[in-house]
């Protein structure tokens, strides 16, 4: 079991800037990948950017590359997503999750765990 807690979201306007953390606890041990996604208002979830355990591997959705930065500390246990230029059609719930596996992917389907979420709200 691998449990996740996310932080940092809130509301900002556009342009701003926001981090947000993930700590891991549990079955830390295991060299997994994490991700992050979100869910906005009435549409379902989707994958934003997702990190390998050395954090070397990245990879993120079209609609955040340039602007997003993922990483993580694995002495910390947290994963963070550094959202830059943020834009109204940013405002969602963001979820952090975990893949066992180790495979850096963005289907949903693949990832094993998952957080609460935090609320990002970013008004224009």
């Known amino acids: 079991q691998v449990q996740l807690v996310e932080s940092g979201g809130g509301l900002v306007q556009a342009g701003d800037s926001l981090r947000l953390s993930c700590a891991a606890s549990g079955r830390t041990s295991s060299r997994y990948a994490m991700g992050w996604f979100r869910q906005a208002p009435g549409k379902g979830r989707e994958f934003v950017a997702a990190i390998s355990w050395s954090g070397r591997g990245t990879y993120y959705a079209d609609s955040v590359k340039g602007r997003f930065t993922i990483s993580r500390d694995n002495a910390k246990n947290t994963v963070y997503l550094q959202m830059n230029s943020l834009k109204p059609e940013d405002t969602a719930v963001y979820y952090c999750?975990?893949?066992?596996?180790?495979?850096?992917?963005?289907?949903?389907?693949?990832?094993?765990?998952w957080g609460q979420g935090t609320l990002v709200t970013v008004s224009s």
């Open positions: 999750a975990v893949v066992l596996s180790g495979l850096v992917v963005g289907t949903l389907e693949d990832y094993d765990y």
